[in-house]
């Protein structure tokens, strides 16, 4: 999972907020409470692994995949976040913090549903921070409105059709959290593993268009690694 704030999107995260305040415009009430959630942001970063529910995708390919040469990873993503969260639960219990949670999100394009931005008004965070305290008791409802910040993407990237697993994760106390240098930029991420004992939440692979690997060489090295209950199609796609 990767710091949103370094995705190939400038607006990630910022593009539900500067909606909202062409909406809200005077209405001091829904402002406030917006400065109280981003003081919240200010400790805590977004990090995501972002899927598409297109396996087969000529734009994803061209982009994502080395143009065509590589391959596409299906995931059960109701697995891997069953995985992740056990990883984070405590003598067995289900119970985890919610800050550690990983959660599912389906992306939503282009024009904001007003219902949505009228969810800033549960928001609890503006009466803790009036009473001076306000760090240690934002509500499990605060945290999760922050989250739902990054679900609302720009029209532009529609054709991803992206699903992503999102996780909100502070800078100063994550323990997880690797830091890698990559294109001259320092990226930060936290690793997601897709196996837990007789669990494996990766079901299949789709070999790339222009792609040199065969589905019988696949098949036996992913045998070697112990994946090989692991689905192989080729892409349809006639690019080359």
Known sequence: ?????????????????????????????????????EDFEMDYSAFAACFSSDQDNLGQWRAYAGDGRGFSLGFDLGELINIHNSDYSSDGDEVVLVEQRIEQQKIVYGEIPEEAFEEIKSATAIKAFREGGWSTLFTEKDIQLVKDYYKFKHKSFLDEKE??????????????????????????????????????????????????????????????????????????APYR
């Open 163 to 236: 699903v992503r697993v999102l996780r909100l994760a502070s800078s100063i106390t994550e323990t997880d959290i690797v830091v890698d240098f990559q294109g001259g930029r320092l990226i930060s991420r936290i690793e997601v593993g897709f196996q837990r004992q007789d669990r494996c939440a990766l079901k299949r692979i789709c070999i790339g268009p222009k792609s040199r690997v065969d589905k019988e060489t696949l098949r036996a090295f992913l045998k070697r690694l112990g994946l090989q209950h692991i689905e192989i199609t080729q892409s349809l």
């Open 1 to 37: 999972m990767t710091d949103l704030s370094k995705a190939n999107d400038k607006l990630e995260g910022s593009y539900f907020k500067s909606e909202f305040k062409k909406w809200a415009h005077e209405k001091s009430e829904f402002m406030e409470r917006l400065d109280a959630l």
